[in-house]
């Protein structure tokens, strides 16, 4: 490799050590040498064989593949695994690390890259507001796609819409005559729904605050909302709703009407997801998810597994499903038709070559990940978790899952400080647990003595943020697995977090009333 040496600090050691290997040329046989090459994530082989040092860096990987394996002509940041086990310093340690798998260093091995964000989100360090207003717990966060505006959803039966740069409400929703159960922001920026325990859905102008339509016909409360992706309808027309009467409905929101309701099921239906290839997906306490066909409301198949209830479901494609057109530089674009095209991209850019990945968690312990527009059998089961499921979320790129669980498991103290520490908490820690989206187990995260209520990834898929029972709130770092920054400040239990698409800033919801909003210092 013919490498400049003004663009990377090591590059003389990396002329001397990395040789391109022509298919007709012999191989030099060293110990401190290995032959790879590069792979994409459609397992699509990408530049020659090469003989790379044992102790090659990832930083060194990443100069090698941007200048002379795909010649970009910025250079973009990757992460690199070798039999799913990331790459997080040398060649040679994950090497150790993958050994129990009798991984042969004779043999090429396969170095699967995969593109970074190209922005970094910056922590949350502190709370820049404790916003009241609300009169009973605030059970719901959500913030737009443009994350410019954030919604929040009460007990005292109303909605409050707050404008994140002044950190002031501007519009206080009031129509439900139960508790505010969800609320969720139309992928064009242009809308707001939230459903209740009154049994309706309640569709808003979040300009004016103006009440647009009133759905009525579930029977009982509602459970969840999703609206149909923007790539599919930039003008936002259609959502669906669910209840536990077990039916799901979806309406047109310009007519004001049902259009179909699906049934089938014959238990509450807990979580749905609307996905960006023409299925709605619904999971119940039947202990089984619905797949159906978006236009029509068919039923196209049953997923059966679980043993008890469906409790959460998660898409890889989430983050591009509720951010839309909309991405970290804040450009709006207005023209439905560029919307939807750009909208599209995003979609693709996650989910690639494949279809889509559903996730979803029981009360029987366990993860399930599907591809089910394609197949009705689970093609993997996560288990490790001691207790229910109660959150699964893929990160906005799509390639790892945080699940989280009400299972505790023993602290990792010195057994020195266990005799000052309260009895209480000695096997109180709360696990969060990190996967490949491909169902390979990477971390646990222990920290949280309380119930893990909710999971959010910041918008460049490297960091966590948890909300708890425990009152706390905790940013966790993916590539070092570790806590970065612990955040007390609410008086009771966390009920709901949202982390900005923007990456600004965090919103967290709390049984003591109040709105947080917490930012990076």
């Given at each position: 490799?013919?490498?400049p ?43 020659p ?12 990987l ?54 970074q ?50 950190e ?7 129509g ?29 102008d ?12 579930h ?29 799901a ?10 259009l ?19 299925l ?14 978006a236009?029509?409301?068919?039923l ?44 599209l991209?995003?979609?693709i ?20 990940l ?127 977090v ?24």
């Amino acid at each position: 490799v013919a490498w400049p040496s003004h663009h990377h600090p090591n590059s003389n050691f990396l002329h001397k050590r990395i040789h391109l290997v022509q298919e007709d040329s012999s191989m030099e046989s060293s110990d401190q040498t290995v032959l790879a090459r590069f792979c994409n994530t459609d397992g699509e082989p990408i530049g020659p064989q090469l003989s790379l040092p044992f102790d090659i860096s990832t930083e060194q990987l990443t100069t090698l593949l941007n200048q002379h394996i795909l010649k970009n002509d910025e250079p973009m940041p990757y992460s690199f695994f070798l039999n799913e086990e990331e790459i997080l310093e040398t060649l040679q340690a994950t090497l150790k690390a993958v050994q129990k798998d009798k991984l042969n260093t004779e043999e090429i091995l396969t170095i699967v890259y995969q593109p970074q964000a190209v922005f970094r989100v910056r922590s949350i360090t502190y709370c820049s507001s404790s916003l009241p207003g609300h009169t009973e717990a605030i059970l719901t966060v959500n913030f737009s796609p443009d994350g410019q505006r954030l919604a929040t959803g009460s007990g005292d039966t109303t909605i409050r819409l707050w404008d994140v740069n002044t950190e002031t409400p501007y519009h206080e929703l009031r129509g439900h005559r139960n508790w505010v159960l969800c609320v969720k922001w139309s992928p064009n920026n242009k809308k707001l729904a939230s459903g209740a325990m009154d049994r309706t859905v309640k569709l808003w102008d979040p300009e004016t605050g103006e009440c647009l339509a009133t759905l009525a016909g579930h029977r009982e409360a509602i459970t969840a909302i999703e609206w149909e992706p923007a790539h599919v309808d930039p003008h936002s027309r259609r959502l669906i709703s669910t209840s536990k009467d077990g039916t799901a409905r979806v309406w047109d929101t310009v007519m004001k009407q049902c259009l179909f309701t699906l049934s089938g099921h014959t238990g509450s239906i807990t979580c749905v997801r609307w996905g960006g290839e023409g299925l709605i997906y619904t999971g119940s306490q039947d202990r089984t998810i619905k797949v159906w066909n978006a236009n029509e409301g068919k039923l196209v198949r049953t997923l059966t597994g679980h043993g008890h209830w469906i409790n959460t479901m998660a898409l890889n494609t989430d983050y591009a499903l509720r951010t839309g057109a909309f991405d970290h530089t804040g450009t709006v674009i207005e023209d439905p038709e560029e919307m939807k095209k750009k909208a599209l991209e995003r979609y693709i850019a996650v989910k690639g070559a494949g279809c889509e990945k559903l996730a979803t968690g029981s009360d029987d312990f366990t993860i399930f990940l599907w591809e089910a527009s394609t197949g009705k059998k689970p093609i993997e089961r996560l288990t490790g978790h001691g207790k229910l499921i109660n959150v699964v979320s893929f990160s906005p790129d799509g390639r790892l899952l945080a699940t989280a669980s009400f299972d505790k498991s023993a602290p990792t103290l010195p057994l020195a400080s266990l005799r000052h520490q309260p009895y209480k908490n000695f096997f109180t820690c709360l696990d969060i647990k990190l996967w490949t989206s491909a169902g390979k187990f990477l971390a646990t995260f222990r920290g949280h003595v309380g119930e893990v209520y909710q999971l959010c990834w910041s918008a460049d898929s490297r960091m966590i943020v948890s909300g708890s029972k425990d009152s706390t709130m905790k940013v966790w770092d993916v590539r070092t697995r570790k806590l970065k920054e612990d955040l007390p400040g609410h008086a009771d239990e966390v009920y709901s977090v949202d982390w900005s698409p923007d990456g600004e800033r965090v919103g967290s919801g709390s049984k003591d009333r109040l709105l947080k909003i917490w930012r990076a210092s």
